[in-house]
DNA sequence: TTGAAAGCGCTAACAC
DNA sequence: GTGTTAGCGCTTTCAA
C-alpha cells in the first residue's frame, strides 16, 4: 500500500506537503494540490491511520461494552451508540460479557491497550469491585456507564430511570381501579430490578395501599420464571386483579399461566409490564408496557462520552437519566375490573 | 502513560529486553526478567497495541459491516463472528449501514484506512455494482460475505440454504395434505427472498402440483404486508389451505388476518414460516418454522477469516451452506386438514 | 543473552 | 507556502 512518501515523491512535492493536503492543516497552492491528488488517485493511497493514531495520540475509536447484543435491549443501546460515535467520526470496537465480570476485566484491558479514547459500559452486575473501573479512569481514559451505574464511584452515567417508570405504571394500574397488585421482580441482585420494586412500592404507598408481602415474588427474568410465579400468585381465592411484570419475558410466562388457570386478560386478571418487546404489539392481549429509551441511552451515551473526552475530566459526573413511556394497550384497559377483585 | 523505554531504565535494561519479556520472542535471563516484570508492575505499563501494529503491519481487528444489529437475525450473527473473533484475538469494529450501498462502501474506506486484517460483511442487496469490495480484496484485504452474496466476484462467503430449507418447509405442508399452498414472499430484489421462492416452486414441482401465480404474492419482509397480502390471498372461495411465509414478520401479519378472517389456524388455514424469531414460541398458535443458524453464520463466517488472513488468498473461493432446521409446531399440525381444502 | 539502532507511516515544529 | 526532520512506541535485525 502506497505511503505519503511514495506519493510526494510521484507528486514531487514533500512529505509535508502530502499531509497538508490530506489533513488541510496547512494551506497549499492549488497547482501543487492538484499534483498531489493526482499522484493520490494514481496510487490509490489510503491513509494509514495506525501511524496517524500513533503519532496523533488518540485513536478516534471507542469501546463498547455491554452483556449480550442478542438482548434487543443491547442491541438498540449499541445501535444508538454508533450512529452517535459514526456522527462525531468515532468508531465502535464492540465487547459481550454475558454480564461475567472477569469478560469485563478483560475488555477493559484490551481496550486500554488499544489506547480507545473513551469507553461506554454496561457494568456486569453484583461485581461489587469496580478497581478496574477506577483504574481505566485514573490512566486518563473516560468511561460512561449506560443503563446501569456502579456505586460510590465517580463516573458519568446515562441511564433510565426505573423506580420513577416502575411507579407510573403501577399507578396506572391504581388508577384503573386496581388495589391488589401483584409483582414479579427480578433477581434483588440486579439494581434495575431493585429499582422497580422500589418504584411499585412507592405507587402503592401513595395510594396508601398496605404492601402485602405475599403478593411479591423474586424471578429470574425470565420466561419460565414469570410462569411458575404467575401460577403461584394467581392461585388461591384471594389473589392479585392485576399483575406487575418487571421484565417483559416474564411477562409472557404470566400470559401463559393466565391462559392455563382458565383466566381471562384484562377482564378478570391485568397485566402491565416493564420492557417493551417487539412482542407487546403482537401478544394477545397486546401488552401495557414500560417502553425504554435503549436506542437514546446509547446515542446520548456516546455523545457525553465525546464530549467528555473533549473536554477533560470535569469535576462532577454528568448523571442522565432517561424518561420512560408507558404505552397502554389491552392487557390493562378491558372492562372495568369486578369489585370482588378490586377491592382489598 | 508508561513505554517501553521508561520500563527499561526503571528495570536497568535495553528496550529490546523489555520487548522480549513482554512478547517472549526471545528467551530473557531470568533475573532480568524478573527486574523487568517489576518495572512492568510498578509503572503499571500497558503495552502500546497501536505502536505494535503499526511496526508489525497488521491489528488484529476484524470490519464487521451489517445492515442493521437491531434485527435478531444480525445481532446474532454478530454476537457469532465476536465469539470466533475473540478466541483467534482479534476485535471486531461494527457498523449497520441499514442497508444503503453508500454506507457500505463508506465503512470499507474506513476500514481500510484503519488497516483492519479482514472483513465480514453482509452486502447490501440490490447495489448491482461491486467494485468497492473487488478493490478491498485487491488491496489484500480478505472480505467474507456473510448471508448474501454479491454475484460474479470471487469472495469467501458463509450463507443459509435458503432455498433447501424452503423447499423442505413447503415439501412439510404437502405431507400434511396440502396441496393448495400459498406463498408470501420478499421482495424479490432480494437474493433471499427468491431463493426462498425458489425452493417453494421445487417442492410443489417434486410433488407435481402445478404452480399457480395467483397463490404467489410479493410482499416487502413487514407485518403490515403480510397482513394485507394474506387477506388478499385468504379471501374468496378457492383459497389456500396453507400458507408459507418468506419471513417471521409477515407472518405474524398474516396470523392477524386470519384471526379477522375468521378463519382457525391450522384447522382451517396453516402457516409455516422462514425465521424462527422468538415471537414463534409465544404467538399463538406456535408458528412451524425455519431456525436460522445466524450465531453459526457469524462464528464460522469469522473463522474463515481468520484461516484466511493466515493462509493468504486461495485459488478458489469458499463457500460455505449452511443448514437450517424446521421446527414444527402447532401452526401447521393441528387437526387433519378438511378434504376441500387439501384437495386440488 | 543483551544492547544499539533502524524503521513502521504519519504529523507538526521549524527553518527557509 | 514549502521542505526537512524529529519523534509517536514498538519490534527486530545485527553485533557484541
Redesign the pocket.
Known amino acids: 500500500?502506497?505511503?505519503?512518501?511514495e506519493?510526494?515523491k510521484k507528486a514531487?512535492?514533500?512529505?509535508?506537503?502530502?499531509?497538508?493536503v490530506?489533513?488541510g492543516?496547512?494551506?497549499?497552492?492549488p497547482?501543487?494540490?492538484e499534483r498531489v491528488l493526482a499522484a493520490i488517485r494514481e496510487l490509490g493511497?489510503?491513509?494509514?491511520?495506525?501511524?496517524?493514531s500513533?503519532?496523533?495520540?488518540h485513536t478516534q475509536m471507542l469501546g463498547m461494552i455491554v452483556s449480550d447484543i442478542t438482548n434487543p435491549f443491547f442491541s438498540h443501546l449499541v445501535r444508538g451508540a454508533e450512529d452517535a460515535a459514526l456522527k462525531h467520526n468515532y468508531l465502535l470496537l464492540t465487547f459481550n460479557t454475558d454480564d461475567r465480570i472477569e469478560r469485563e476485566k478483560h475488555a477493559l484491558a484490551v481496550l486500554r491497550q488499544r489506547r480507545v479514547d473513551g469507553i461506554l459500559l454496561v457494568v456486569a452486575p453484583q461485581s461489587g469491585e469496580y478497581s478496574h473501573i477506577s483504574e481505566t479512569l485514573e490512566m486518563g481514559i473516560p468511561v460512561v456507564c449506560l443503563d446501569r451505574v456502579p456505586p460510590k464511584i465517580r463516573v458519568d452515567s446515562v441511564t433510565v430511570d426505573n423506580v420513577k417508570a416502575a411507579r407510573d405504571c403501577v399507578r396506572h394500574l391504581i388508577e384503573r381501579g386496581h388495589r391488589k397488585i401483584g409483582i414479579i421482580t427480578g433477581s434483588t441482585m440486579l439494581q434495575t430490578a431493585r429499582e422497580r420494586l422500589e418504584g411499585y412500592k412507592k405507587a402503592l404507598a401513595e395510594a396508601r395501599i398496605p404492601i402485602r408481602q405475599e403478593f411479591i415474588q423474586e424471578g429470574t427474568f425470565r420466561t419460565s420464571s414469570g410462569y411458575e410465579l404467575g401460577k403461584e400468585l394467581l392461585s388461591g381465592q384471594d389473589h392479585p386483579s392485576a399483575l406487575f411484570c418487571s421484565n417483559g419475558m416474564m411477562a409472557l410466562g404470566v400470559l401463559k399461566a393466565i391462559e392455563e388457570l382458565g383466566l381471562r386478560c384484562p377482564e378478570e386478571i391485568a397485566v402491565a409490564v416493564f420492557d417493551d418487546l417487539p412482542l407487546a404489539e403482537v401478544v394477545r392481549p397486546h401488552l401495557t408496557s414500560v417502553a425504554q429509551p435503549a436506542y437514546l441511552v446509547g446515542y446520548k451515551g456516546a455523545e457525553l462520552l465525546v464530549q467528555r473526552i473533549a473536554s477533560g475530566k470535569g469535576k462532577t459526573p454528568a448523571r442522565l437519566l432517561l424518561p420512560t413511556e408507558l404505552k397502554i394497550r389491552e392487557s390493562t384497559i378491558g372492562d372495568k375490573v369486578r369489585d370482588s377483585h378490586a377491592k382489598a
Request: charged residues 20%; without cysteine.
Open positions: 500500500m502506497a505511503t505519503v512518501k506519493v510526494a514531487g512535492v514533500s512529505v509535508g506537503t502530502v499531509s497538508n490530506v489533513t492543516a496547512t494551506p497549499v497552492s497547482k501543487r494540490r493511497y489510503q491513509p494509514n491511520h495506525i501511524a496517524r500513533l503519532k496523533l495520540r
